[in-house]
């Protein structure tokens, strides 16, 4: 069974351009989740999505962050215009409900300079 | 506001001995997790503990859960180079409504 993608692995920007997260979940997982590591601090919760409704989006820094879920199953993740503290590791995680687990995919790592 | 503290955030050791990770938390937690990270990978999953005295064990980890201490271990055993990771454990709860809240990680490398 294919686990959770994510697509780049790598993107190096300028700031003030954009860039585009993906992220594909395990098949038949409704509910997808967006985490952010920057640098040196904890990861932290960016929205949560149950199909393709956002279920919750508290964690979303600001406007300039827009997360789609189209069809409810792939998502995507778009920074428009990047900032320098943007930077980081942003982490996709779609939950398998008969065990409460999370499973994560590899990472999508965003250098904005 | 929900907090996870990790301790220790560093720790080398040698092959063969035992160690633990604590997690405290600041709050009612429904549920507490462990991941382990490799460099450059994705999180995995290792344990997910529900109750309190929960106790979990896969090969030479074992996880606990003390939900009145808002507490729980990662306990080592007879470490291995190949455990060499980054730890991580979350909660989530009502506080939090129900979005994973994470400890700082604790990075563990076992010397041969």
């Known amino acids: 069974e294919a686990g959770v993608t994510q697509f780049p692995s790598h993107s190096v920007i300028e700031k003030g351009q954009t860039v585009t997260l993906r992220c594909d979940p395990i098949?038949?997982?409704?509910?997808l989740y967006w985490y952010r590591r920057v640098m040196g601090k904890e990861i932290k919760f960016l929205l949560h999505?149950?199909?393709?409704?956002?279920?919750?989006e508290s964690g979303m820094p600001n406007n300039r962050f827009l997360a789609e879920r189209t069809g409810g199953t792939y998502s995507t993740l778009k920074v428009q215009p990047a900032e320098l503290e943007d930077s980081g590791v942003y982490f996709c995680?779609?939950?398998?409900?008969?065990?409460?687990?999370?499973?994560f995919g590899p990472g999508t790592r965003l250098t904005v300079l | 506001e929900l907090k996870v503290e990790q301790n220790p955030l560093f720790l080398s050791m040698q092959e063969g001995k035992n160690y633990t990770i604590y997690c405290n938390y600041s709050?009612?937690?429904?549920?507490l997790y462990w991941y382990r990270q490799d460099p450059g990978k994705s999180l995995e999953s290792l344990f997910v503990?529900?109750?309190n005295g929960a106790v979990k064990q896969e090969g030479r980890l074992m996880a606990s859960l003390d939900t009145k201490a808002r507490l729980s271990t990662l306990h080592i055993t007879a470490a291995v180079h190949d455990l060499s990771a980054t730890y991580f454990c979350?909660?989530?709860?009502?506080?939090?409504?129900?979005?994973?809240?994470w400890g700082a990680g604790t990075k563990l490398i076992i010397k041969p």
């Open positions: 979350a909660v989530d709860s009502w506080d939090s409504n129900y979005q994973l809240i």
């Open positions: 709050t009612t937690s429904d549920r």
């Open positions: 503990l529900l109750s």
């Open positions: 098949s038949g997982h409704d509910n």
């Open positions: 999505f149950v199909k393709e409704s956002k279920q919750d």
């Open positions: 995680a779609s939950l398998d409900s008969s065990t409460d687990t999370q499973y």
